[in-house]
């Protein structure tokens, strides 16, 4: 348990006393330890007992204050794909998926029937999928691998399920072209909000 946890959590209780500095937070920097109020909010016994140890408070009023300070803040309608997710441009492909599964788990359409929940879980999920993409264009872009490795993760798997190798050169290219005009009708979309 660490004192950055502790100042997200001192925040969201402070952000549920007064509400009227909602404003003041949403332009404000993100607390540290916005990790726990994620946790909180999806209901992680280990959070509720770090958030109980923090500031000997009932779990249920800890985690109230979690998701007011989520729903509030991070879900803000003018929040950019980082804040959604609780964190900011310096973070990991790694935190980032941390951050959305934690809010998924929480906000997931199948263990709750509200519609503003499946709202908030659908910008969670854009957010992701922004992110990840630019994650990944920009690590592409530091790798000096030649083009024909960058290719999608399962373009080599319909290649061979074609029985197409390297050295079959022209063979290659028209499996290439006959299996790539697929790929569009399998991809999933996400319709914005």
């Known amino acids: 348990m660490s004192a950055s946890q502790a ?3 001192k925040a969201a209780l402070d952000l549920i006393r007064m509400p009227s500095q909602v404003r003041v937070m949403r332009s404000a920097p993100l607390p540290p330890g916005v990790l ?33 300070f989520i729903e509030q803040v991070l879900l803000a309608s003018n929040s950019d794909s980082y804040r959604v997710l609780g964190l900011d441009d310096t973070a990991t492909l790694a935190e980032l998926r941390r951050h959305m599964a934690y809010l998924l788990k929480w906000l997931h359409p199948d263990l709750s029937r509200d519609p503003h929940k499946a709202r908030l ?53 028209q499996l290439r072209t006959i299996t790539g005009g697929f790929g569009s009708l399998f991809r999933r979309r996400i319709w914005p909000l």
Not at 51 to 63: L, S, Y
Not at 142 to 164: E, I, T, V, W, Y
């Open 7 to 9: 100042k997200a959590l």
């Open 36 to 68: 726990l109020l994620l946790r909180l909010a999806a209901s992680e016994l280990e959070a509720e007992r770090e958030a109980g140890k923090i500031n000997n408070r009932a779990p249920d009023a800890n985690r109230e204050a979690a998701i007011f």
């Open 121 to 173: 879980a659908q910008r969670v999920l854009i957010a992701w999928n922004e992110l990840k993409a630019g994650k990944r264009a920009r690590e592409g872009q530091k790798d000096s691998s030649p083009p024909h490795l960058m290719r999608a993760p399962n373009s080599s798997c319909r290649q061979r399920a074609f029985g197409a190798t390297r050295q079959r050169g022209d063979r290659q290219t």
